[in-house]
């Protein structure tokens, strides 16, 4: 049993980065002590988990079955282990944070970084990614920019329009906001269009726009429209870099975009640890400095 457990967690890694060696490269061990594992573990239960090819390993109906209880269990034995040290009054172990590189640099390592210092015991494990998924990555804390707060409210972001300074010279300023349909926009979404929400002094305006340059991914978008291919929706934050070194320019500066909002989540309040509550609680002096 205690074999079949040790194989569930490897199993468990290999799952969640989708290779042998990503799970090798987390757990400390060799790929061949993965491989064997797996071969030990799919030999004692007596099915397959995994379909292997060249280029990737897929579940089988078996592996998708044994992968919840084997998460669940993993999930259980990190709660044991920080329920233990949490015991001991002291902050250690691992917190996993989610953040976007953005907003890590910005942030999250000027916030954390003192506290850091004074707990040895303690480290940081910065995760991010397009895909996360909270339960499975087993973050503690993950910092959110979004229209509307995923949890405790940091700080108001900005949004606004940008281009490069190419771009504009090339076709001209925007006058206001229906111009924007006549010039080349960039859109970080899914879709091929997008409503976009002005508000001056004269009250508010929707005005929908449509590009052929569509990416899910916004450090693409913003080198996009740093190349002069068009003008993008972004906020203060991801695109302050670019703005302070001339690269970019605002365009409709006297017009307000809906503002975002930076928020801090956990997966349950009821039993976050306390290293967790302790990072939101340094977030939020951190901001209200």
């Given at each position: 049993m205690l074999d079949n457990l040790r194989g569930m967690a490897v199993f468990a890694s290999v799952v969640r980065h989708g290779s042998f060696s990503g799970a090798a490269k987390e757990l400390g061990i060799t790929t061949s002590a993965v491989s064997q594992q797996i071969r030990s573990l799919e030999t004692d239960l007596g099915v397959?988990?995994?379909?292997?090819?060249?280029?990737?390993?897929?579940?089988?109906?078996?592996?998708?079955?044994?992968?919840n209880a084997a998460l669940q269990m993993v999930k259980a034995a990190e709660q044991g282990r920080?329920?233990?040290?949490q015991l001991k009054d002291e902050l250690s172990g691992s917190l996993r944070v989610a953040a976007s590189p953005v907003l890590a640099k910005e942030y999250l390592l000027p916030a954390l970084s003192d506290w850091l210092?004074?707990?040895?015991n303690l480290s940081l494990n910065i995760i991010s990614r397009d895909d996360l998924?909270?339960?499975?990555?087993?973050?503690?804390?993950?910092?959110?920019?979004?229209?509307?707060?995923?949890?405790?409210?940091?700080?108001?972001?900005?949004?606004?329009?940008?281009?490069s300074p190419a771009h504009i010279k090339e076709h001209g300023e925007v006058e206001n906001p229906k111009a924007l349909t006549a010039h080349s926009v960039i859109i970080c979404?899914?879709?091929?269009?997008?409503?976009?929400?002005?508000?001056?002094?004269?009250g508010k305006q929707n005005v929908r726009v449509s590009s052929r340059l569509i990416t899910n991914n916004h450090a693409i978008a913003l080198n996009l429209a740093e190349q002069g291919c068009g003008?993008?929706?972004?906020?203060?934050?991801?695109?302050?870099?670019?703005?302070?070194?001339?690269k970019l320019v605002r365009v409709l500066p006297n017009y307000?975009?809906?503002s975002l909002?930076?928020?801090?989540?956990?997966?349950?309040?009821?039993?976050?640890?306390?290293?967790?509550q302790k990072c939101i609680e340094i977030l939020e002096a951190f901001f209200k400095a």
């Open positions: 397959s988990l995994l379909h292997r090819s060249t280029r990737k390993l897929s579940l089988t109906e078996a592996g998708e079955s044994l992968y920080d329920g233990v040290i210092s004074e707990h040895d998924d909270m339960i499975e990555d087993r973050v503690d804390v993950a910092l959110l920019l979004s229209e509307a707060s995923q949890g405790i409210s940091l700080k108001t972001v900005n949004q606004l329009l940008v281009a979404g899914e879709k091929p269009t997008e409503n976009i929400e002005f508000k001056d002094a004269n003008i993008l929706k972004t906020n203060e934050v991801e695109a302050k870099a670019l703005l302070d070194a001339g307000n975009l809906p909002t930076l928020s801090a989540s956990t997966i349950s309040k009821e039993q976050t640890p306390i290293k967790a």
